[in-house]
């Protein structure tokens, strides 16, 4: 069983930055493949990024060149840096995990979600 915590979020004026991450826990011996999701108040969960566990990375088209997700193997951490904040960036974030083989197929339904951490970018 794969635990997620995330932490990071907060308050932060449009232009601003902040850092999320989430530490993973309750697994051994496999590789994780690992994202970042939001959802807004009356909106869909949509992806932000992922991270697969052979290095690769996809972005949502409104968060690239704005956002850059990360992890540090060693604290089995994934990290989310977000500069250039704007208020629609306003949302809940979570961070989602699932095992895996080197990637994920786009859309993969991952298994393993962390709490959220709330981020609200004022104007």
């Known amino acids: 069983q794969v635990q997620l915590v995330e932490s990071g979020g907060g308050s932060m004026q449009a232009g601003g930055s902040l850092r999320l991450s989430c530490t993973a826990s309750g697994y051994t011996y496999h590789s994780l493949c690992m994202g970042w999701f939001r959802q807004a108040p009356g909106k869909e969960r949509e992806g932000v990024a992922t991270?697969?566990?052979?290095?690769?990375?996809s972005y949502a088209d409104s968060v690239k060149g704005r956002f850059t997700i990360s992890k540090d193997n060693a604290k089995n951490t994934l990290y989310l840096q977000m500069n250039s904040l704007k208020p629609e960036d306003t949302a809940m974030y979570y961070c989602?995990?699932?095992?895996?083989?080197?990637?994920?197929?786009?859309?993969?339904?991952?298994?393993?979600w962390g709490q959220g951490t709330q981020v609200t970018v004022s104007s």
């Open positions: 989602a995990a699932d095992l895996c083989m080197g990637w994920l197929p786009a859309g993969h339904p991952y298994n393993y």
């Open positions: 991270l697969d566990s052979d290095g690769s990375t």
